[in-house]
């Protein structure tokens, strides 16, 4: 097998170093139904900082095996040093988690016990990126997880500069569940007429000139829909998820379990359903009846881990 081993000595504590910003969502209701054993062969289709993977670590010793993928090179670099105290042979991989089976084979690893996906940002990649996911900051209209596109890649500039004002609403709409789908859309196409919307800033004054404001108490920006639902078709984020779970059932030994933590009703409909197939094949069954969702204390100490939703199925 392939090695890439990161060891030095044992820690004792979940958390991430200081310097972190990202806070890992459902922690300890991840290692419980996980049910991970020393040993493990684990799979994190989506590493980020490592925050998960610190605690999968600690969980599966130094005889287990920790596969690593993310997309944003920046993510596995700070990975790679928050999990340089583990004695668990770490193998972490740049790519998208719709293609673990080719970082799988690479790496000589037929089969795996354990498998994790985390549709969430990370509060590195929504805040210090540079690259355009949250309208808070002013930056350029990208929105891919790679650090750096590669030539012909989709940005979110291409999406909101070209595409047809009927392709934006239907995006809009469908991707981020925004009823002023159309509005905003026609906005769009009249705003870029005067030129290029290249930034953040110039893509929320326009939405906010048309949508009725939905700040206040539990109410959200009017841009906010939007913007996820142009991220989601930069990344093919919907149709990645469908082909990521597919893959890794596949690649899951008998008795091997995955969890998947979902951020919104469309990522969490595609688990929810995808389960569901599962079991009525026979070969499956589902280990959490109803999605297990933050305590309120997360939830006050991670204003993000809200809207999380962690569904887990285990192979028979």
Not at 230 to 243: C, G, Q, S
Request: proline share 3%; glycine share 6%.
């Amino acid at each position: 097998m392939q090695k890439k081993l990161i060891e030095n000595t044992e820690f004792t504590s979940y958390q991430l170093p200081a310097t972190s910003h990202h806070v890992p969502v459902l922690l300890k209701e991840v290692i419980e139904v996980l049910d991970l054993k020393k040993g493990d062969t684990v799979l994190d289709c989506t590493i980020n900082d490592g925050g998960h993977a610190l605690a999968v670590c600690q969980a599966i010793g130094e005889k287990g095996l920790l596969v690593g993928i993310d997309e944003d090179k920046g993510a596995l670099e700070r990975a790679r040093n928050n999990l340089a105290l583990c004695k668990t042979e770490i193998i972490l991989e740049e790519s998208n988690f719709r293609n673990l089976d080719l970082v799988l084979e690479k790496s000589d690893v037929s089969g795996v016990d354990k498998i994790l996906f985390d549709f969430g940002l990370s509060s590195n990649q929504l805040e210090t990126s540079g690259r355009g996911f949250s309208f808070q900051n002013d930056e350029p209209l990208l929105m891919t997880f790679a650090v750096i596109p590669k030539i012909g890649q989709l940005t979110a500039l291409e999406v909101v500069n070209s595409w047809s004002e009927e392709d934006l609403s239907d995006i809009i709409r469908e991707y981020g569940e925004e009823r002023f789908s159309r509005r905003i859309a026609s906005a769009i196409v009249e705003a870029r007429k005067k030129g290029l919307i290249g930034t953040t800033a110039e893509l929320k004054k326009i939405i906010e000139k048309v949508v009725p404001s939905r700040l206040g108490k539990g109410k959200i920006h009017p841009a906010t829909r939007t913007f996820q639902a142009i991220r989601i078709a930069v990344n093919d984020e919907l149709e990645a998820i469908r082909e990521g779970l597919g893959k890794a059932t596949k690649k899951l030994n008998p008795g091997g379990r995955i969890a998947a933590i979902s951020f919104h009703s469309l990522e969490d409909r595609i688990v929810k359903q995808y389960w569901r197939e599962l079991t009525e094949s026979g070969k499956f069954r589902i280990v959490t009846k109803k999605p297990i969702t933050p305590s309120r204390e997360e939830e006050i100490a991670n204003p993000r881990s809200r809207s999380a939703k962690l569904r887990a199925i285990e192979k028979i």
